[in-house]
């Protein structure tokens, strides 16, 4: 879940909606993104989840350790933002 939420932060914070548009607008891969993500939560290495690149689905989140808890206003506000990014990026 800090994973997932770490990467809508460096999204948000970079104004892209999709982990390929984020990628690629910072000369990286999506899984070089995805390393940089896990450097950040402090991991040595980690795996993405299933479907990755593609955003996690609600399946993912509800089987998540703590997915069943609510977002702090933070992580509900960054939600917030990547949805309205998302919408705007089409590539």
């Not at 892209?16 to 390393?35: D, H, K, Q, S, V």
């Not at 940089?36 to 998540?64: L, Q, R």
């Amino acid at each position: 879940m800090r994973l997932a939420l770490e990467a809508l932060r460096m999204m948000t914070a970079g104004s892209c909606g999709t982990i390929e548009r984020f990628a690629r607008e910072n000369g990286l891969t999506p899984r070089e993104f995805w390393r940089d993500v896990c450097a950040s939560e402090g991991f040595d290495e980690c795996e993405p989840w299933n479907g990755f690149p593609e955003g996690p689905t609600t399946d993912s989140w509800n089987h998540a350790s703590g997915g069943d808890r609510l977002l702090q206003p933070y992580y509900q506000k960054v939600f917030e933002k990547i949805r309205a990014l998302a919408g705007k990026d089409k590539h």
